[in-house]
């Protein structure tokens, strides 16, 4: 459910809306998602360099 909500996330250039729409959720529902993989990973989805190590952290 996060690794799904994460990929859709950074898929669409971190748009929550977007994010929303494709995995038919309430745009709190993904915010509360990506607070959750900030808290479990220790990255800030804020910082460009975080997004790129989960980004690449996915594709292996």
Known sequence: MLRE???VFLANNCSWTRTA???HLHVNTV???MER???LTGRD???LDHKLDLYAALRC
């Open 31 to 33: 915010h509360y998602r």
């Open 21 to 23: 729409e494709a995995l």
């Open 5 to 7: 909500t994460l990929e």
């Open 37 to 39: 993989v900030e808290a």
């Open 45 to 47: 989805l804020s910082r």
